[in-house]
């Protein structure tokens, strides 16, 4: 048995078998590590191979981290995520002409979510778009496609009198996510985190580091924040350390991989290779809020604009299992009649919400919210229902 | 961790506890500790054939979906009702937890399966992967 069809792991479809106990995934080229690895070992984590990254995918047990993070806090090392600097006269232009949202709206410490698109309107990547100065700006990246985005960055602004950094091996990036994450970190920093509001940045003292970038982002569901110090071993395994001394008081778990993925599909945020990827397009992931289709001009727009007018065909759905059954990665979707109309692109178990919940494309008359279609589990077709997305958001603030 | 002697074990990771022409089967603590929180168990019916080596069923964690092989042949005579709503149980108590009965059609298939001792030896060589 254990065929380890990891949850977050490969842009491609999951096999549903690699037999026993294979090692997650094969490693070509070497595996990367982040500067946290031994303290993840240490705190007795399983590892895998997420992306080419060897990361912890659990510690205590994927539903207590998941829970930990929806009612507490949990800690996460998201050093893997890449960061690239774009700076200059010009930098506001070249975000403009790379970045589907509009940047120009973003203040000085504000942040916004955003994707780079590809000349017919699919995927580079989603990304988080950071003002950190008049003409300075951190365009946050995912694990596997840093270089691919790295490149797809540069090669785009060369028109653009800017200058474009990989400062993706800089930093130790480290998530404390969670209602109490605020407590956790106020503790450790003289920012006034009370006045940074959600998908805002400051620059504070953090465990005695001056100038540390703090961001009140996250890939959860819910508030928190994403700290980036310098990325030696020593410093990083101090900061890690003080922040779980910090929030052992507010129940604090250390978080990996596999509860990272369970939280973010009860959101309904997006992970490339799955909901978004080079062959979807925005307006198939759903993604049309955060796409400016009222700027002139940016990579892709002329595609989407075309794509609009024609008739979208298939489009980004939740379901719930109705019979008994959980949806995994690359699942096909069946109608009534068996005949296959669509596929998974994320399923699991939902901790939070006790139910199995799954992310799938349909064509666009399969997708009204309470359509009923089926999943093909092991050869069979398990009853499904079309719900209203995300699956859960969290409780606004009293 | 200790592999009660008197069940035989599988390098798939199935136990097997023999009682005459009879047998109880499960999944060993290493597998559970390495699929992790386990979420959902899909089993055969009372009546159902099983086969030595065959996929019997299926059990799924949160992260991962992995197979279930009969460690011998027979027929389903009972299934454990609480795993359909405690799946949960197998990871607290994976060799109490046991999934199927069954009656065996060769119990000189047994002499195929691992010892305690020797599925202990395979699973630390396993585990230092």
């Known amino acids: ?398 | 961790m200790a592999y009660p002697e008197d069940f035989k074990y599988t390098k798939e990771h199935e136990w097997l506890k023999p009682d005459g022409g009879n047998a109880t089967i499960g999944i060993t603590t290493y597998a559970q500790e390495s699929l992790g929180d386990i979420v959902f168990v899909d089993l055969p019916k009372p009546g159902a054939e099983i086969s030595a080596g065959k996929t019997f069923g299926s059990v799924e964690s949160v992260k991962a979906v992995s197979d279930l092989y009969a460690p011998a042949s027979g027929t389903v005579t009972e299934v454990n009702p609480d795993l359909s709503t405690h799946p949960e149980k197998i990871n607290s108590d994976a060799h109490g937890a046991w999934m199927l009965k069954i009656k065996l059609k060769d119990s000189g298939e047994l002499n195929a399966l691992l010892s305690a001792a020797d599925y202990e030896k395979f699973v630390s060589e396993e585990g230092g992967h």
């Open chain 1, 1 to 398: 048995m254990i065929a380890f069809s990891v949850c977050c792991s490969a842009a491609q479809p999951l096999p549903s078998d690699r037999g026993p106990f294979l090692p997650p995934v094969e490693t070509t080229p070497a595996i990367r590590k982040t500067t946290l690895n031994a303290v993840h070992r240490k705190l007795g984590a399983k590892m895998v191979d997420f992306n080419g990254w060897e990361m912890p995918v659990e510690y205590s047990g994927i539903i207590a981290e998941h829970t930990a993070v929806r009612t507490a806090v949990g800690i996460f090392d998201v050093s893997h995520m890449g960061d690239i600097r774009v700076a200059g006269e010009q930098a506001l232009a070249a975000i403009q002409h790379i970045s589907m949202n509009d940047a120009s709206r973003l203040a000085i410490g504000q942040a916004q979510y955003s994707a780079m698109l590809y000349p017919q309107g699919t995927f580079v990547d989603d990304i988080i778009v950071h003002r950190l100065g008049e003409q300075e700006y951190l365009i946050v990246i995912n694990a596997g496609t840093r270089e691919k985005d790295f490149q797809w960055v540069r090669d785009n602004t060369r028109q653009f009198d800017c200058v474009v950094e990989n400062l993706s091996d800089e930093f130790t990036q480290v998530a404390i996510q969670g209602p109490r994450g605020v407590d956790v970190l106020q503790k450790l920093t003289d920012a006034d985190l009370s006045a940074v509001k959600f998908y805002w940045v400051t620059r504070a003292t953090v465990c005695g580091l001056k100038n540390i970038l703090i961001a009140r982002t996250g890939y959860t569901g819910e508030d928190g924040f994403e700290i980036y110090i310098p990325s030696d071993e020593e410093t990083s395994a101090r900061v890690w350390g003080e922040v779980l001394d910090a929030g052992r008081e507010f129940g604090i778990l250390p978080c990996g991989l596999g509860a990272r993925n369970t939280l973010r599909l009860e959101s309904k945020l997006p992970l490339y290779g799955h909901e978004i990827s080079d062959t979807i397009n925005v307006w198939e992931a759903g993604l049309d809020r955060f796409c400016k289709m009222e700027k002139p001009e940016f990579v892709g727009r002329q595609a989407l604009e075309q794509t609009k007018a024609a008739s979208l065909k298939r489009t980004l759905v939740g379901l719930v299992m109705v019979e008994r059954g959980i949806a995994r990665d690359g699942y096909r979707i069946l109608n009534s009649s068996n005949q296959h109309i669509g596929y998974v692109t994320s399923g699991s178990y939902a901790p939070f919400l006790k139910k199995n919940i799954a992310l799938a494309y349909v064509p666009l008359e399969h997708s009204a919210v309470g359509t009923e279609v089926l999943v093909e589990i092991r050869n069979q077709g398990v009853k499904a229902q079309v719900v209203s997305t995300p699956f859960y958001k969290r409780p606004k603030k009293a």
